[in-house]
């Protein structure tokens, strides 16, 4: 009868730990929510999670980085387009209906096309300054890096100013043709610069654009193939939770019963 009474209590075990790991199952949506459901299973899937975060956390620097990068191709477009309001200042003084008011006038406006352009070096993102020293920007991801190099777009570094700020076209000559081709060569070399810049951007934002669309997929990818190993059923394991409550419930009736049932041998043995 002793043996029968293990035998009943291992049942009864075995019944209720089918219950609590169908339950764990449901609860947590993974087949393996712990090593013990399956210890290749399980390091499997949390191998394949770790590198689903990975991927999305290198998705997310290279969109945070193509910000960035929106941000001083903005300066560098504005100082673009100074450079260009610039030249066709310096064409106009060099003609000669000019007097020396409008000379004036138009050395005002291009120290005004100057300091917007100092000013659009000045940008930053995220309290970084972007584009008056030059700096290299590191784009971390699960590949390794991707450097971004932005240059410094100073007045002073297009060659347009001194160390002090002032002007370096001198409108006083351009009547002249040397002049004029020395203030025009200025102002090219400074604008083919800032389209270099530009240009480089540009390409690094694709760069970065197709780079974080290669995370995106590798991602989905992934979360599906992880899905289709540990992701539970949820309908059959909810049938399965209902008729393990069920024999749950009949096995705590019974284990009353012969508990009960024990008691009342024990004590007619007395």
Do not use: C, H, W
């Amino acid at each position: 009868m002793a043996i029968g009474g293990v035998g009943f209590l291992n049942q009864i075990n075995s019944t209720k730990a089918n219950y609590n790991t169908v339950l764990k199952q449901v609860a947590s949506g993974s087949k393996f929510p712990s090593a013990q459901y399956g210890t290749s299973e399980y390091a499997i899937s949390r191998r394949t999670r770790a590198q689903i975060g990975a991927l999305a956390q290198s998705n997310q620097n290279t969109q945070n980085s193509n910000a960035m990068l929106s941000v001083a191709a903005g300066g560098v477009s504005s100082t673009i387009s100074a450079l260009t309001s610039i030249r066709e200042q310096v064409i106009k003084a060099a003609n000669g209906t000019n007097s020396p008011s409008d000379i004036d006038t138009i050395g005002k406006s291009i120290n005004q096309s100057i300091q917007t352009i100092n000013d659009n070096a000045s940008i930053q993102y995220n309290g970084m300054d972007l584009l008056n020293s030059g700096r290299d920007v590191a784009v971390a991801g699960v590949d390794g890096y991707r450097n971004v190099s932005l240059g410094n777009m100073t007045a002073e570094a297009l060659g347009l100013a001194d160390d002090k700020g002032n002007s370096t076209i001198d409108l006083t000559s351009v009547n002249t043709k040397e002049g004029l081709d020395k203030a025009l060569s200025t102002i090219d070399g400074a604008l083919g610069r800032a389209l270099d810049e530009a240009t480089s951007i540009g390409a690094a934002q694709q760069n970065l654009t197709f780079a974080s669309a290669n995370y995106t997929v590798s991602e989905e990818n992934l979360t599906a193939a992880d899905s289709n190993m540990s992701d539970t059923d949820m309908a059959k394991a909810i049938t399965q939770l209902r008729s393990a409550d069920t024999q749950n419930q009949l096995a705590m009736y019974a284990q009353k019963m012969f508990m009960t049932n024990s008691a009342s041998v024990l004590s007619l043995l007395r």
